[in-house]
């Protein structure tokens, strides 16, 4: 099971971003598939995730209505478009699954993170 995260960089506030993680050793349709971000010296934390079968959502309130978490099965790639990107959301972003349906439990495999840096 690997999971590499890619699409990180540096943008200026209000642009915007996609991210991708690309699943290799595993069909990623069938798992939930979460997005985490991680500022140094703070908690990491969760951002989005799409489970497994249904593809329903959930984002963080800090994000909600700017990023979109989404899944191409034919590529076994889950996405991270992220728009009106602020300052804040500067961070250290990974991708990650618990290798279960469902985005409730705990990950268990994790990408090596992407790093996105927002100016102002």
């Known amino acids: 099971v690997q999971l590499q995260a890619s699409g990180g960089g540096l943008v200026q506030a209000g642009g915007s971003l996609r991210l991708s993680c690309t699943a290799s050793g595993f069909t990623l349709d069938n798992y939930a598939i979460a997005w985490l971000r991680q500022v140094p010296g703070k908690d990491r934390e969760g951002v989005a995730c799409?489970?497994?079968?249904?593809?329903?959502?959930t984002y963080a309130d800090s994000v909600k209505g700017r990023f979109t978490i989404s899944r191409d099965n034919a590529k076994n790639t889950v996405y991270l478009q992220m728009n009106e990107l602020k300052p804040d959301d500067t961070a250290i972003y990974y991708c990650?699954?618990?290798?279960?349906?469902?985005?409730?439990?705990?990950?268990?495999?994790w990408g090596e993170g992407t790093q996105v840096t927002v100016s102002s």
């Open positions: 799409v489970n497994g079968g249904d593809a329903s959502t």
């Open positions: 990650a699954t618990p290798l279960e349906r469902l985005c409730t439990y705990g990950m268990s495999y």
